[in-house]
């Protein structure tokens, strides 16, 4: 192996006809990420973006706007570099395919391939989609002439011309062996299994040029064609590398991820691009990984062609507006809510509520209760000076090193989700360990030995954390590690200070505690709002009391402002809690979290989404009894109307339902 290699790792260029939404933050995110993290464990990393600009469509939205087509694809070009660098993406390169290196380099891809007989001239009959960029076959079209794409169904163009061809057939057995031999290479499995099928169905030569309309890479020798965009655009993973006459070019290639969404990767990054790499007898990317959509609440697909999710900057704007956090903390806010909410192998619903839920939960609450009472509570029983434990407590210690264990598998495996739950069940154990600890009572009682102890595992799991989040949350990581007394950056923390426990020096000072995501209480309605402003004023849980005796001032936790809003009986008694039987249950499509349960309350049978496919595997539900809502109005949900709330504990971010502890008959009311 090249020892000067890099990690390469790129996400698709993005069309230029339309503003960036979270679909392309979150893939930009993703590939940030990775590179920051490998960038801790000592190796050079360079993530590669950049934005498609050769495509018919992208004249057609210029010509809509009524700007030439330069000048519009360099204002979104630009648009699309400002969105990222908001967001704390730190890319290496930015290609563009108008760029004179992009230009170059794909013309001398088309000459090599048309040298060596992969590339002839023919006549193209058939059908064609703008939207997609994509022809078809007359067996792939309906008798409609509709794009066969169901997230596209616009009308298609019938072509006839001449054009030049890739011998994309030649490669059918080659490919299909090569994806065999290398299992890591397309990824996830399913996605590799349906590109091993489009194979076997039958490669055809590819269409790669069109007519020269002005707007285009021209065809070498025959500017009277230009290239087709999804020929030209892939190439601009090796144009960056500057191949084929930079001196240094193979330490980049080839990629080690190439990161993209599952519509432009069984045709596309997993069958054309490796073919022409193939026929450029050049290394193929070492994986190729394709994640799935933001959906909406029916299933499809949200994105520039339906609308349904935001511009990320205008999202990450409206958290700060709305929790009255710094920008910067709520950019790293939506990085965050973005990884953490995404099920990568699978589509999610895009949810504004679930979001700002989990902003609330997680950030606010878990995340930033466990620092600003840690911190406030030295600042108050030791000055503001960490203590000098006597001792380490071993659970903590082990914890923390089995959640870098966890959280590195994880993003080895591209389950970023995952990666985050294991940061947050340390912090969710830390949470507890203070309920457990009750630190006030060993300050009260005068166990200065203990109190030390206490406080040190607490600060010390905060930076542990903090170091974890560094690759997620730069900007949030930096704060936390300034919380606790550290001048650590993002740019100088390394793998090792988040397997390594005890590096918080005792005798350092901590700053005075400060609120990094202060709660936001527009997430919930205006009534409950209301509620939740009068409750405030009396502590009356557990938790309220344990703030009060340790010293620590709601506006300082970063915390909930006050608990959930007190009802009477009267108000509680409306809600009917009921014993249901499970009969049957099954997956959600395009919904990695949701399974519709099919269940008996009393004579009635209804049916019921319930958010616990990734705890709970349909079969093992089947004769269970849990506790449902009855009288909750239905909710249409992925096309499916819900009729009902199973009830589940939230233990640390996993779904674990309630049941009732001996079989009782179905439908009996739980008061």
């Not at 089995?402 to 970023?416: D, I």
């Not at 060993?442 to 109190?451: F, M, N, S, T, V």
């Not at 909930?560 to 014993?579: C, G, H, N, Y």
């Amino acid at each position: 192996m090249n020892p000067d290699k890099a990690y390469y790792i790129t996400t698709p260029i993005y069309y230029v006809n339309g503003r960036p939404h979270i679909g392309a933050a979150l893939t930009t995110t993703c590939c940030d990420v990775l590179a920051r993290f490998h960038r801790m464990r000592g190796r050079r990393s360079w993530f590669l973006t950049g934005t498609d600009e050769q495509a018919p469509k992208v004249v057609e939205a210029a010509q809509k706007a009524q700007i030439p087509v330069q000048q519009f694809v360099d204002t979104l070009a630009g648009e699309f570099q400002a969105t990222w660098r908001r967001l704390h993406i730190a890319f290496d390169d930015f290609i563009r395919t108008t760029e004179p290196r992009h230009v170059e380099v794909v013309q001398e891809v088309f000459r090599r391939l048309r040298d060596r007989g992969d590339i002839y001239k023919g006549l193209y009959q058939g059908w064609y989609c703008v939207a997609d960029e994509t022809y078809f076959r007359d067996s792939d079209v309906g008798e409609d002439h509709l794009c066969p794409n169901p997230e596209c169904r616009r009308p298609l163009e019938r072509k006839s011309e001449e054009c030049y061809f890739f011998r994309l057939s030649a490669y059918g057995d080659r490919l299909r062996q090569y994806i065999e031999a290398n299992p890591e290479f397309l990824q996830p499995d399913f996605r590799r299994n349906e590109v091993i099928r489009f194979i076997e169905s039958g490669l055809r030569d590819m269409n790669i040029t069109r007519v020269n309309d002005g707007w285009g890479i021209p065809v070498p020798d025959d500017p009277d064609n230009v290239i087709y965009v999804w020929f030209d655009a892939v190439i601009n993973y090796l144009a960056a590398t500057g191949w084929p006459h930079a001196p240094d070019w193979e330490n980049l290639w080839p990629a080690d991820v190439h990161l993209v969404g599952k519509e432009i990767y069984v045709r596309f990054h997993a069958t054309l691009w490796p073919a022409m790499l193939m026929g450029l007898d050049l290394p193929l990317p070492r994986t190729v990984y394709a994640h799935g959509f933001w959906v909406d609440a029916e299933g499809k697909k949200a994105g520039k062609r339906t609308g349904g999710i935001p511009h990320p900057i205008e999202l990450a704007q409206e958290i700060s507006d709305l929790s009255g956090a710094p920008f910067e903390m709520a950019a790293d806010a939506l990085r965050y809510l973005m990884l953490r909410e995404m099920v990568f192998h699978g589509d999610t619903e895009y949810a504004r509520e679930s979001f700002l839920g989990r902003y609330n939960t997680d950030l606010a609450n878990d995340l930033g209760n466990l620092c600003n009472r840690a911190v406030n509570m030295v600042t108050r029983y030791f000055d503001g000076v960490v203590p000098t434990p006597t001792r380490a407590e071993e659970e903590i210690v082990q914890l923390a090193r089995e959640t870098a264990q966890e959280y590195e598998t994880a993003l080895g495996e591209f389950r970023f989700n995952a990666a985050l739950e294991a940061v947050w069940r340390l912090i969710g154990r830390m949470n507890r360990y203070i309920e457990e600890k009750t630190p006030w009572k060993q300050a009260k009682e005068g166990d200065r030995e203990e109190l030390a102890v206490t406080l040190y595992t607490c600060l010390e799991a905060v930076r542990v954390a903090a170091t974890l989040l560094a690759p997620v949350m730069p900007a949030a990581s930096g704060a936390l590690w300034r919380q606790i007394g550290l001048p650590t950056t993002v740019d100088t923390v390394r793998w090792e200070e988040a397997t390594t426990w005890g590096l918080l020096s005792p005798g350092t000072t901590v700053p005075a505690p400060q609120p990094l995501f202060p709660r936001i209480l527009d997430a919930v309605k205006p009534d409950e709002k209301k509620r939740v402003s009068e409750s405030k004023k009396v502590e009356t849980t557990d938790q309220e009391k344990s703030r009060k005796e340790e010293g620590t001032p709601p506006a300082a936790t970063g915390e909930q402002s006050a608990e959930a809003p007190v009802i009477t009986i009267d108000e509680f008694m409306k809600v009917q809690l009921r014993v249901a039987n499970v009969t049957a249950a099954e997956p959600v499509p395009n919904a990695s979290k949701l399974l519709k349960l099919t269940v008996e309350v009393g004579e009635e049978t209804r049916t019921i989404l319930a958010g616990i496919a990734e705890m709970y595997q349909p079969e093992e539900l089947v004769g269970k009894q849990v506790v449902v809502v009855a009288n909750l109005a239905p909710r249409k949900m992925r096309g499916v109307e819900s009729q009902g709330m199973l009830l589940a504990a939230d233990v640390e971010g996993q779904a674990i339902i309630v049941q009732p502890e001996t079989r009782v008959p179905s439908g009996s009311r739980v008061r």
